[in-house]
């Protein structure tokens, strides 16, 4: 059974960086490509970050490219999200995904692309 972990949300200021990581469990990690996304209270799931299974490949939602870094440890079994320069409309549930896909990162932006999902770390912007 495939398990995600995320850990290092929490409540910041505005303008402040958070790095978000994801433990994957129960899998071969090295063959999921990843995801980042996050919900708001009362909107719908939404894409923020993707890369592919050697980490040399990523894609950013428009909202958060300059912004924000995924990365991967695949010896260890995690997947990261550098967020900088926080904004308010960043608070929201952050979710990390995992596909067992061939698809590019720039395909994944889409929450049916993923096969397993982590229960979410609420990130809080405050201004």
């Known amino acids: 059974q495939v398990q995600l972990v995320e850990s290092g949300g929490g409540l910041v200021q505005v303008g402040d960086s958070l790095r978000l990581s994801c433990a994957v469990s129960?899998?071969?990690?090295?063959?999921?490509?990843m995801g980042w996304f996050h919900q708001a209270p009362g909107k719908e799931r939404k894409f923020v970050a993707a890369?592919?299974?050697?980490?040399?490949?990523?894609y950013y939602s428009p909202s958060v490219k300059g912004r924000a870094t995924i990365s991967r440890a695949n010896s260890e079994n995690i997947v990261y999200l550098q967020m900088n320069t926080l904004k308010p409309e960043d608070t929201a549930v952050y979710y990390c995904?995992?596909?067992?896909?061939?698809?590019?990162?720039?395909?994944?932006?889409?929450?049916?692309?993923?096969?397993?999902w982590g229960q979410g770390t609420q990130v809080t912007v405050s201004s």
């Open positions: 995904a995992a596909a067992e896909t061939i698809l590019a990162a720039a395909l994944l932006t889409t929450t049916a692309r993923y096969d397993y």
């Open positions: 890369i592919g299974q050697t980490g040399k490949t990523t």
């Open positions: 129960g899998g071969t990690f090295s063959q999921y490509a």
